[in-house]
């Protein structure tokens, strides 16, 4: 009897450790293969290319490599020289031609004083000519502002807030227009782009909450589904660059499933975690977020009642790991 109670405990032990192994297998292969996760997440932010507008040589540099700056902040500023003698000959092209007007009305009014003792085709004649006068000061008066403008540009500001890149201008080094001399990091562009294998974006929506673990990094980042993309690139039928994402695909089983981007919107960034564009992240989807119809109808309720908010400032691109 003690051996066949024995038997039936061992029996009841081996079931009950194969349904735990079975629910655990079913939770490593549900988490796996279709929870909406990802490890082929990065740290993103808008690079800002910073061209002069004018060319010509360097004459003096405000920052150094890596500086964090503010919009507005002087970067560096081409030999001005050139471009104020510029605007002073620019000047004085428009007072000679302001002479040449004066003369010529002076001129006219004095002809039509005369009546008919001076020819009708004279009259029309003098009138023309200022005419043309004051046509020639109104395009001198726009090469002064153009050449003011130039001389105001010889001053490089940045464009927004945020950090330069690893090497900034030197002294007497020649830039010229329209080409890229440096580059900014918008401080307030950070945000993470999460790559997701198509089969898991039936748990992804708008708004949802996500959990940020970035690699390195102890704590969690918290924020937001803030879109996903419409399109990308398709690698079999397309001739030419198409501006649309084009992200590998990870090796998983046979069958290859694509990677969707999913922007994320940060949602409070801790003050000692140090924000590098290009950093790597798993991103995990976590909760149940309203539908993109119920987000819809619901802002339109709230815009019949209230002014709408501003929107969270949130930028661009992104490239792809593997999972």
Do not use: C
Not at 42 to 52: C, E, F, G, K, L
Not at 144 to 171: C, E, F, H, K, W
């Amino acid at each position: 009897m003690k051996k066949t109670w024995f038997s039936v405990g061992q029996i009841v032990l081996t079931l009950i450790v194969v349904a735990i192994a079975a629910v655990v297998l079913w939770k490593l292969v549900d988490y796996y293969m279709f929870a909406p996760w990802t490890r082929d997440g990065h740290v993103r932010a808008d690079v800002i290319q910073v061209a002069p507008d004018v060319s010509g040589l360097i004459t003096d540099v405000k920052v150094l490599d890596n500086q964090q700056v503010k919009r507005g902040d002087v970067l560096f500023v081409i030999d001005r020289a050139r471009y104020t003698l510029a605007l002073r000959n620019a000047e004085a092209a428009a007072q000679q031609r302001r002479a040449t007007l004066d003369q010529a009305r002076r001129e006219d009014a004095r002809n039509r004083s005369l009546g008919n003792l001076v020819a009708r085709e004279v009259v029309e004649e003098t009138h023309s000519r200022v005419e043309q006068a004051t046509a020639a000061l109104a395009d001198a008066e726009v090469a002064i502002d153009t050449a003011r403008l130039n001389l105001q540009r010889t001053q490089i500001l940045s464009p927004v807030d945020g950090y330069l890149n690893d090497r900034a201008p030197r002294i007497g080094e020649f830039v010229s227009a329209g080409r890229a001399v440096l580059s900014v990091v918008d401080m307030h562009s950070f945000r993470v782009d999460g790559y997701f294998e198509e089969t898991k974006l039936h748990g992804i929506d708008i708004g949802q909450p996500v959990d940020i673990k970035v690699m390195g990094e102890p704590n969690l980042l918290r924020g937001h589904v803030q879109s996903i993309v419409a399109a990308i690139e398709d690698r079999d039928r397309q001739q030419s660059s198409s501006l649309l994402p084009n992200v590998n695909p990870a090796f998983s089983w046979v069958r290859l499933a694509q990677r969707i981007p999913v922007r994320v919107t940060l949602d409070e960034i801790p003050a000692d975690f140090r924000m590098i564009a290009g950093r790597t992240a798993t991103v995990s989807v976590r909760g149940v977020g309203p539908t993109i119809g119920s987000r819809a109808a619901s802002g339109n309720m709230t815009a019949s009642a209230t002014a709408p908010a501003s929107p969270v400032a949130a930028h661009v691109p992104a490239s792809g790991a593997s999972q």
